[in-house]
């Protein structure tokens, strides 16, 4: 002890011992990357130079959305098979995320254009089928609002068709178009995409981008997942933030619409001869409320009622009982012309026969199509009674 504190008061001792430490110093330095005195440059210029060290950090590269799959490509099982394969695989979100609704904003000619490819989608996709159409509506709307697709519905649509494989939707390259829907099934496919592009909401497939028919299994089912399944059809949407409400950031795509030919003996607005003569009204369509109505009232008949406004468009009537139905299985709804005028509208939507329909009173609504008119007597009756 004695001599560590005659050591410690010797200077010579001390000299030697900071001698040492230097040249261990010297030596580690040298050992080290040659970069280093450079990035030590740069750490110390950031707490200087603000605007230096911002340049010195590259940026986060862009990831782009993920590649598309081919909707042509399946694995070679056969149908029984191929429902057991998909049958086990599980539904991953029971409640899936809600997208926001769809405005569009576009012209009242790209109004109309983007109806109608949208209602030619739900039917060739889903038949003659409501509730399968809204389903495969709102996937065709999931994908305008996203960045991996073209931003507008008729687009979304028809992506691919140019090609005999690869067409998203394959009514539109494999000469289903020949075959015309009736002026019913196309009527009320059209009242479906009305419906949505002003705001209605399919919460059943919620953020899908992708579906297919529960007798195939295509190649690209084990990369996405699985969020639902109505029917036959079994829907999903992109792993990880491409599958989000937050990956949809167009709103409500473009608002542009170009005519597509191939409709051309569907709809007048995609008939390059027919659209100059067409005269668009401004005002295509009341707002669909969001929202349920605060306290329907069940009526004599077991339907719901709604109050009917005289200078609204007719075809309004439609879009609001379809609202205030919401996703019911079985719903009426009877609209009345003042609180205690007689019934001059009716929805009605029957899951047990697959039917739905809307009807209007004649007498005080122009309609094209005979089989829209309300009837009377007996018949309403049994028109508005739930079984």
Same mark, same amino acid.
């Given at each position: ?27 580690? !330095? ?16 950031? !707490? ?8 010195? =950090? ?7 959305? +993920?590649? *598309? ?20 695989? +599980? ?10 609704? !769809? ?71 494999? $000469? ?54 109505? @029917? ?6 992109? &792993?990880?933030?491409? @599958? ?45 409320? =969001?929202?349920?109505? &605060? ?8 339907? *719901? ?7 609204? &468009? ?7 009982? *379809?609202?205030?139905?919401?996703? *019911? ?8 012309? @003042?609180?205690? $005028?007689? =019934? ?31 009837? @009377? ?11």
């Amino acid at each position: 002890m004695t001599r560590l504190v005659r050591l410690a008061s010797d200077p010579l001792a001390w000299r030697i011992v900071i001698a040492a430490a230097l040249a261990l110093a010297v030596l580690i !330095f040298a050992r080290l990357p040659s970069d280093i005195p450079h990035r030590t440059a740069r750490f110390v210029a950031a !707490f200087t130079s603000p605007a230096e060290a911002e340049a010195e =950090i590259p940026p986060l590269p862009l990831v782009p959305p +993920p590649p *598309l799959p081919d909707p042509a490509q399946s694995m070679p099982i056969a149908a029984d098979a191929a429902r057991l394969s998909n049958a086990q695989v +599980p539904i991953a979100d029971p409640q899936p995320a809600l997208p926001a609704p !769809f405005r569009f904003v576009g012209a009242p000619d790209a109004h109309l254009r983007a109806r109608d490819c949208l209602a030619v989608a739900a039917w060739y996709e889903a038949g003659d089928d409501p509730s399968g159409e809204r389903a495969v509506v709102q996937v065709v709307l999931n994908r305008v609002r996203h960045p991996a697709f073209p931003n507008s519905v008729c687009a979304v649509v028809f992506q691919g068709s140019q090609r005999q494989t690869g067409c998203q939707f394959t009514f539109t390259c494999d $000469g289903s178009l020949a075959r015309i829907p009736s002026p019913p099934a196309l009527t009320r496919a059209r009242a479906i995409a009305e419906a949505a592009l002003s705001g209605a909401v399919d919460a059943r497939v919620g953020l899908a981008t992708h579906y297919h028919a529960d007798y195939v299994v295509p190649r690209w089912r084990d990369g996405l997942v699985k969020i639902a399944q109505q @029917g036959a059809h079994l829907f999903y949407r992109w &792993p990880g933030y491409w @599958g989000s409400a937050a990956a949809m950031s167009r709103g409500s795509g473009s608002g542009m619409e170009d005519p597509q030919p191939a409709l051309a003996a569907l709809s007048e607005m995609h008939d390059p001869a027919a659209v100059p003569a067409i005269a668009v009204p401004q005002i295509l369509f009341e707002p669909v409320p =969001i929202a349920m109505p &605060p306290a329907p009232q069940p009526s004599s008949h077991s339907a *719901l009622e709604m109050q009917l406004d005289p200078a609204a &468009p007719p075809g309004s009537y439609a879009l609001k009982a *379809l609202a205030l139905c919401g996703s *019911l299985a079985e719903c009426r709804v009877a609209g009345r012309l @003042g609180e205690a $005028g007689n =019934i001059a509208f009716v929805y009605v939507r029957m899951a047990r026969t697959r039917s739905e329909g809307a009807y209007w009173d004649c007498a005080r609504f122009l309609r094209s199509d005979r089989a829209q008119c309300l009837p @009377g007597g007996q018949a309403l009756d049994r028109l508005l009674t739930v079984s």
